[in-house]
């Protein structure tokens, strides 16, 4: 495999104790003659090197040093420390993947040697932090171990393959050998180097309600990055990114995805350098981190999940997509159908009672909604933004009710029942904060710095990590509760530990995450069957990390129809469909004032995990009847729409209409949506390529009944057409009948 190649390349020629000398002559043809391609051959230059000047060389020559009118400089094996320097001019990483590691003495030196590597089937874990997972016979694990003898740093390169779905996996084991502590000041994941090419990068930035905006640039000469120095991943940076080669589009060309598994503070990097060399690296955030190791003590750093495709952005997403759906999510959910939901927050904010829920809960039961969650406000002194977050004690005045006794009038209906928090958040007006003002993260002597009028839980502390878990328990336990709705409503500043020294504050960011981690690890080993999704200010914490525990996460507070087309597109680069919390809400939009239709609503709902987010009384009986059809029509879809092949027809940021496609894998059956962004007077006509499909299938080719109107329509509208016509002629889209019409069009193979 290529990729297996590139992505071991640091060890594969280190473990050959054969290898032929390397010469310089060979520049230009083929260099090294070995299996595959290795993009970094001699890491650590033990076989020389050679580098092109523009001016007459200095040739080294048994010790000593002669001009030369040749343009290259160049020395042969030598014993010792190689010398390979001047290499790394531009970069702020070493070409060997060593650590950045300051000693007792201060010294800042790591010289990292080949020491052996060990391999073995199945999928290795990392304590404390998420990773894939791969049993025997779909994952194989490589060690490469790395030793520095000087300073008694260890470091083993870890790889996890799984060959079928062309995923390589990547994460690094340090341990301190040696009877001193020593300081981490890097914990870098990945670092990878083409030696040539013309690359572009793929980023994915944005902003609260409008998150993973696609960013195309090329890699010029310089460091260019992307990250999060906000205590969580984020919602202006997703921590994934893609190299691609120039020209690469959906369908053709060689791109490279990179997904950091990671919730916290990340840094992705892309240089070229001074000899037209291209490296990424990918990790931890740098700033504000540092890790003692005592003696005897490891440091893990998170995994890198990379796949790459010669076919284009959409072979790299259904690499990552199938990975993510069957090697990363986890628990009963991943494959069971997930319920249908009703969320109350835009229907109501904080402004219900127990009845006013039930309510709601009763109209939409009738409708096919099969889960009511009942959002902020159920708890505490909290009528609004500014109290009781940390107070997780139901309000029974507020609600008329126990918590109890509400979930089983839910139930009673024939739903199930879930709920809203927000653990890791306090109110400086609860009873919480002030039992333990120490808990809260803020810097001595300093007036705290808030965000939607709340503070930060210290959850790099144990003993507040007990007491969510304990708390929440007691919660869970209390009531018929099926889903919660994990939120996250502020980033991190101020970071400081109370419980932390002061020489290990750089330490508490990630300790931060360690802390969330193991609290939802802890809650879901309780509660086995909890639909757990997560959410942070809606898709500021978007990541593979947080989808190790919730198979589904708030893609964003944007509900515009028209808006999450752009969100959910830059979204489905990395992650599947039914990984996306995306809802239908009311019209005007709370947050745009757009009005859309009702099947435009659920059309763009359709590509996630579907459900609704209003107060269904106030709709119309038409409306009411329309919900009825869609939640039929999504049952009816929800295996092909949750795990069948994702391809994006059009581009959403340029095209007049949105076109998206899932396929099923065999090419049985597929579904291709359309949302028309713009109504124009005279549209030009939109036919789109089908993809996934067998070509010598014959294909029943009918509209969905999203409206009314299309439920007569229907069986007139009915075509047979081929695959290979759909494939390479195209799918006629329908034009708009209206401002932002949607379409929904169903192929089956029928021969």
């Known amino acids: 495999m290529l990729w297996a190649a590139i992505a071991v390349f640091s060890c594969l020629t280190a473990?050959?104790?054969?290898?032929?000398?390397?010469?310089?002559?060979?520049?230009?043809?083929?260099?090294?003659?070995?299996?595959?391609?290795?993009?970094?051959?001699?890491?650590?230059?033990?076989?020389?090197?050679?580098?092109?000047?523009?001016?007459?060389?200095?040739?080294?020559?048994?010790?000593?040093?002669?001009?030369?009118?040749?343009?290259?400089?160049?020395?042969?094996?030598?014993?010792?420390?190689?010398?390979?320097?001047?290499?790394?001019?531009?970069?702020?990483y070493d070409l060997g993947g060593t650590p950045p590691v300051r000693q007792a003495d201060g010294s800042?030196?790591?010289e990292?040697?080949?020491?052996?590597?060990?391999?073995?089937?199945?999928?290795?874990?990392?304590?404390?932090?998420?990773?894939?997972?791969?049993?025997?016979e779909e994952a194989d694990t490589l060690e490469v171990i790395l030793k520095d003898e000087a300073c008694g740093i260890e470091v083993r390169l870890l790889y996890g393959v799984f060959e079928k779905k062309d995923v390589i996996t990547r994460a690094v084991r340090i341990t301190n050998r040696s009877e001193r502590p020593v300081v981490l000041e890097k914990a870098a994941s990945l670092c990878l180097d083409w030696q040539q090419g013309e690359f572009d990068w793929l980023t994915f930035y944005g902003r609260h309600a409008m998150e993973r905006n696609v960013q195309r640039?090329?890699?010029?000469?310089?460091?260019?990055?992307?990250?999060?120095?906000?205590?969580?991943?984020?919602?202006?940076?997703?921590?994934?990114?893609?190299?691609?080669?120039?020209?690469?589009?959906?369908?053709?060309?060689?791109?490279?995805?990179?997904?950091?598994?990671?919730?916290?503070?990340?840094?992705?990097?892309?240089?070229?350098?001074?000899?037209?060399?291209t490296r990424f690296v990918c990790g931890i955030h740098p700033d504000d981190f540092d890790w003692t190791l005592n003696p005897g003590e490891s440091f893990d750093t998170p995994e890198v999940l990379m796949s790459c495709s010669a076919e284009g952005f959409s072979g790299m997403s259904r690499n990552l997509h199938d990975l993510i759906r069957e090697n990363v999510c986890r628990g009963e959910w991943k494959h069971k159908r997930r319920p249908i939901l009703i969320n109350n927050w835009e229907g109501t904010y904080f402004d219900f009672t127990g009845d006013k829920l039930v309510s709601i809960a009763e109209e939409a039961a009738k409708l096919g909604v099969e889960l009511f969650v009942m959002d902020d406000g159920w708890f505490g002194k909290r009528d609004s933004d500014n109290s009781g977050l940390g107070d997780w004690y139901p309000n029974e005045e507020k609600l008329g009710c126990t918590l109890k006794e509400l979930g089983e009038r839910i139930e009673a209906l024939g739903m199930k029942f879930g709920i809203w928090f927000e653990p890791e958040c306090i109110s400086e007006d609860s009873d919480l904060y002030r039992a333990h003002p120490d808990w809260a993260v803020q810097i001595p002597g300093r007036k705290p710095n808030l965000s939607r009028n709340q503070l930060i839980l210290?959850?790099?502390?144990?003993?507040?990590?007990?007491?969510?878990?304990?708390?929440?328990?007691?919660?869970?336990?209390?009531?018929?509760?099926?889903?919660?709705?994990?939120?996250?409503?502020?980033?991190?500043c101020d970071k400081f530990s109370a419980n932390l020294s002061a020489g290990r504050q750089g330490e508490m960011a990630h300790r931060f995450v360690l802390g969330l981690y193991r609290v939802l690890e802890e809650l879901l080993e309780r509660y086995p069957h909890l639909l757990l999704e997560g959410c942070s200010g809606g898709g500021g914490r978007f990541d593979t990390g947080m989808l190790y525990y919730s198979p589904q996460i708030w893609c964003s507070d944007d509900t515009d129809a028209i808006e999450r087309l752009q969100i959910q597109y830059g979204t489905s680069f990395a992650y599947p469909v039914n990984t996306m919390g995306a809802h239908v809400s009311a019209v005007p939009n709370h947050q745009t004032g757009r009005v859309t239709p009702i099947a435009t609503?659920?059309?763009?709902?359709?590509?996630?995990?579907?459900?609704?987010?209003?107060?269904?009384?106030k709709m119309t009986d038409e409306e009411k009847e329309a919900v009825k059809r869609q939640i039929q029509i999504f049952k009816e879809q929800y295996d092909l729409i949750s795990y069948g092949d994702y391809y994006r027809l059009t581009d959403v940021q340029k095209s007049s209409c949105a076109v998206w496609e899932t396929a099923a894998k065999d090419g049985s059956e597929a579904l291709v949506s359309a949302v028309w962004q713009h109504v124009q007077a005279t549209p030009a006509f939109l036919n789109v390529k089908v993809r996934g499909l067998c070509e010598d299938g014959m294909y029943r080719v009918m509209r969905t009944a999203l409206k009314e109107k299309d439920a007569g329509a229907q069986e007139k509208e009915e075509q047979v057409i081929s695959g290979s016509s759909l494939m390479h002629g195209g799918l006629p889209i329908p034009a708009a009948d209206g401002e932002y019409a949607a379409w929904q069009i169903y192929l089956e193979r029928i021969s």
Not at 112 to 136: D, S, W
């Open 458 to 492: 210290d959850f790099s502390r144990e003993d507040v990590q007990e007491y969510i878990i304990e708390r929440l328990s007691a919660v869970l336990d209390s009531a018929p509760i099926s889903y919660v709705k994990w939120d996250f409503n502020r980033s991190i």
């Open 112 to 136: 990292l040697r080949y020491a052996g590597c060990e391999t073995g089937k199945g999928k290795y874990a990392i304590p404390g932090l998420p990773a894939a997972y791969g049993a025997q």
């Open 108 to 110: 800042r030196a790591a």
């Open 601 to 617: 609503r659920a059309c763009v709902a359709m590509a996630g995990t579907f459900g609704y987010e209003l107060d269904v009384n």
């Open 217 to 277: 640039t090329g890699i010029a000469h310089g460091v260019q990055s992307v990250g999060s120095v906000r205590g969580a991943s984020s919602h202006h940076y997703n921590p994934f990114a893609v190299l691609c080669e120039k020209g690469t589009d959906e369908t053709k060309g060689l791109c490279y995805g990179f997904s950091f598994m990671y919730s916290g503070e990340f840094l992705i990097e892309a240089e070229k350098d001074q000899a037209d060399q």
């Open 15 to 92: 473990a050959n104790g054969n290898e032929p000398e390397f010469d310089p002559r060979d520049r230009g043809t083929n260099e090294r003659k070995t299996k595959g391609r290795e993009v970094l051959g001699d890491p650590q230059f033990r076989r020389g090197m050679a580098i092109s000047p523009l001016w007459p060389a200095i040739v080294q020559n048994n010790g000593g040093f002669e001009k030369t009118n040749t343009d290259t400089i160049r020395f042969g094996r030598r014993s010792g420390k190689p010398v390979w320097q001047m290499a790394q001019w531009a970069s702020r």
